[in-house]
């Protein structure tokens, strides 16, 4: 490297020739230099690794031995596989091996329409749908122009279910964490308390899961008119079980054991390695978009961004349970400010008529028909949008050539980036935290694999 | 695409700036790809969020600012600044004959299982990739099935035992 003309006139001006001393910007290092590039991951091919079985034991030498995880392993969250090189008990190396789940959704998606697209995107996260039908959508509005013109109450419902999503998903998390680290009640525990989200979920939406209920213009239908005792009733039974959590869990000297100190990552690996969500904010940094890029109405909420100091599998542990609390603080906020209103936008190009008309109006009729079967035209452009998720930034870029589909449709899965600092987290680790450490990243291989 | 070409067009790096329904849109050409994203680096654009990739087979009409040859491929990378609270989004051409461009895993090492999927969605190679494989599909496969003259159809699958 060729020391610039400021370092030769301060290391002049101080009479010393001892060289460049000043840090060099981040551009001129590689990976390797900044120590995010530690030799964590395993790169090896099948092809490769399947000669390995060739290779004969020789009880002597000092030998690494590579094992698979998954894809059947009950705690791999679906189907991630994970090729582990092992000293010991000891990993040394592991590359997370995906795609086992790809289904060509992004194709598809080219050959959906824009009302259409939320079937498709909404089964990509399949434990927070409405957060990926609500950027999907949000994408599609902001291409039509319109972004600026949905109704009021339409997006204090949106908000209403994203938060009330990021609950369900969390909770399932306490679960799934639970079950991983050992304490298989929490199971059924964090289980009850997610279908109790759901089930207001199947009041509004008509389903469980898979929703497809925020699309472009707005939502698909009001809420059912008692729906403000439903959440209050969420609101009231919730802060005792998330109590009992504290006392099951968090206090307990057994799970703080298993998971203090267990899969840890720096701030710096993380930004480098793109992580977002809990990952991020577990290793100190504030970073949380409804704060810092705020879209719809978060700007107006009073909320905390829960950090954690670590960046390890405890503190990962401990912000989801937090931001169950920040949720059910954001969602009381919100009980008090949805307005009346419409919920969906009055802009005939992009809202079907309603049910009542196509009775007796052989025009919206033909528009209703017009709406579903060819879709609505979508100016020429592209737009990258992203909101937080439950597990991090999930951002849609779609590309249109002016069609009803979309030319491209791609989403960014927080989950397919956070995999990638699973090698980091269990590099010097036991094996047996290797579960522990999958668990608290909490990826969705629907996502991860599209 | 709203790039209007106003008197002097706004650039930075010396590379065309442009704007996209309100969101910064950097027109990179492929030979100064990395030398740019190295200054975007030292302007505090810390975090590569998504790298993806575009096949412009079927749309080479496409509108694209003044001195931007369009070509068939089309590298998009969204960049976020966490202490600026920015985003940017750089854009670079691709030609079909030779789909080769500058990986960024030295500069965001987070880039690796993206490029990965580009390479295996579209068959873009990443030169520098410290392991540029197949990541989505299995390691066999023929074809890069995001491209638009992969055609979207089914496979026939033979059930083991179905009656024929």
């Given amino acids: ?450 | 695409m709203s790039t209007e070409a106003s008197a002097t067009p706004a650039t930075l790096h010396d590379c065309l700036l442009g704007d996209s329904r309100g969101q910064a849109v950097l027109f990179v050409p492929k030979q100064s790809y990395m030398s740019t994203m190295k200054k975007l680096v030292d302007d505090r654009f810390e975090m590569c969020v998504d790298l993806t990739a575009v096949d412009f087979l079927t749309h080479a009409s496409r509108s694209l600012p003044d001195g931007i040859a369009a070509e068939r491929f089309e590298i998009v990378v969204n960049l976020l600044s966490l202490s600026k609270r920015e985003r940017l989004r750089v854009r670079v051409q691709v030609s079909e004959s030779d789909p080769n461009i500058d990986s960024l895993f030295d500069l965001y090492p987070g880039t690796e299982a993206m490029e990965r999927e580009v390479f295996d969605m579209f068959g873009i190679s990443f030169v520098g990739h410290p392991d540029l494989t197949r990541i989505l599909m299995p390691e066999d496969w023929q074809g890069h099935p995001l491209r638009k003259d992969y055609a979207q159809g089914r496979i026939p699958v033979q059930f083991k035992g179905a009656a024929s």
């Fill in chain 1, 1 to 450: 490297m060729t020391p610039r003309e400021s370092d030769t006139v301060i290391s002049a001006a101080a009479g010393t020739n001892e060289g460049n001393q000043e840090l060099r910007s981040r551009s001129e290092l590689t990976a390797k230099e900044v120590m995010r590039e530690v030799g964590a991951v395993l790169r090896m091919s099948e092809a490769d690794a399947a000669l390995l079985a060739e290779v004969e034991a020789d009880p002597g030498e000092d030998q690494t031995m590579i094992i698979n995880m998954g894809p059947q392993h009950p705690s791999t969250h679906g189907v991630l596989r994970l090729m582990l090189e092992l000293k010991g008990e000891t990993v040394l190396r592991c590359k997370p091996i995906i795609g086992y789940l790809h289904t060509g959704m992004e194709k598809t998606g080219e050959s959906l329409t824009f009302m259409q697209g939320g079937t498709n995107v909404t089964r990509m996260d399949y434990l927070s749908p409405l957060n990926s039908e609500l950027v999907f959508s949000m994408a599609t509005e902001k291409l039509l122009g319109i972004d600026g013109d949905i109704p009021e109450r339409a997006v204090w419902i949106r908000m209403l279910l994203s938060e009330l999503n990021r609950m369900s998903s969390h909770l399932l998390f306490m679960a799934t964490n639970g079950m991983d680290i050992g304490a298989v009640s929490m199971m059924l525990y964090g289980w009850r308390e997610r279908e109790v989200v759901l089930r207001f979920f199947q009041k509004v939406t008509g389903l469980r899961m898979n929703h497809n209920f925020i699309r472009p213009g707005g939502v698909a239908a009001d809420l059912p008119a008692d729906w403000r005792d439903d959440v209050m009733s969420i609101l009231d039974m919730l802060p005792d079980r998330l109590g009992e959590y504290d006392v099951l869990m968090t206090n307990q000297p057994i799970w703080r054991e298993r998971l203090q100190g267990v899969g840890v990552i720096t701030q710096a690996e993380a930004i480098a390695l793109g992580a977002t969500g809990p990952i991020l904010r577990s290793t100190g940094l504030a970073w949380d978009l409804r704060r810092d890029m705020p879209y719809m109405h978060y700007d107006e909420l009073e909320f905390d961004v829960i950090v954690g100091s670590y960046g390890d599998a405890f503190d990962r542990y401990a912000i989801r349970l937090n931001e169950i609390r920040e949720s059910m603080r954001i969602v009381r906020q919100i009980l008090d400010r949805v307005p009346r209103g419409d919920y969906r936008i009055q802009d005939k190009k992009v809202t079907p008529p309603p049910r009542a008309r196509i009775d007796e109006s052989m025009e919206a009729l033909i528009h209703h028909f017009k709406i579903f079967t060819e879709g609505f035209k979508v100016p020429e452009g592209e737009v990258y949008v992203a909101i937080e998720s439950p597990r991090g930034e999930v951002g849609c870029y779609i590309a249109s050539d002016g069609s009803p589909t979309p030319y491209r449709m791609h989403v960014r899965a927080p989950s397919f980036v956070n995999v990638q600092a699973l090698p980091h987290m269990m590099r010097g680790g036991l094996v047996a935290d290797a579960v522990a450490v999958i668990s608290s990243v909490d990826p969705v291989l629907g996502e991860v694999d599209r």
